[in-house]
């Protein structure tokens, strides 16, 4: 959990008032580092905004999929279009997909979070008795 807090305290905004955006990669962080930020970041602005390029779309559905079946968001907007880049290889430019999804806490966010904090507390209790 440390470095997810390391992560919301580093992370490079790249829109002023885009604070709740996470732009994923699929090759950079795992999956459930995503999704935990995710919710740090609806706990701290009731939405996040994921967003991606190219092969990381399917991460980002991924993730999102995660958040809407275990109860912890709804999707409230999804954005796609294409994006003019440079080809690093070549110097060309060429187009790339993106997707930007939109997900606001559900009713029962805090309540799942609570839970879910509890059960962690619970554990580490339960190892340090053994």
């Keep these: 959990m440390e470095e997810i807090t390391e992560a919301v305290q580093n992370i490079s905004i790249t829109d002023a008032h885009k604070k709740n955006r996470i732009q994923v990669s699929n090759t950079k962080k795992p999956l459930f580092f995503y999704v935990n930020l995710s919710k740090r970041y609806m706990q701290q602005h009731n939405e996040v905004e994921l967003s991606a390029l190219g092969m990381a779309i399917a991460t980002v559905v991924t993730i999102a999929e995660i958040l809407k079946n275990n109860g912890f968001a709804v999707e409230k907007k999804i954005m796609t279009s294409t994006v003019d880049m440079k080809d690093e290889s070549r110097g060309r430019p ?25 059960e962690r507390g619970e554990l580490a209790d339960g190892e340090e008795h053994s």
């Design 94 to 118: 060429i187009q790339k997909a993106k997707i930007e999804i939109l997900l606001e806490k559900t009713d029962k966010f805090d309540e799942l979070m609570a839970a879910a904090a509890e």
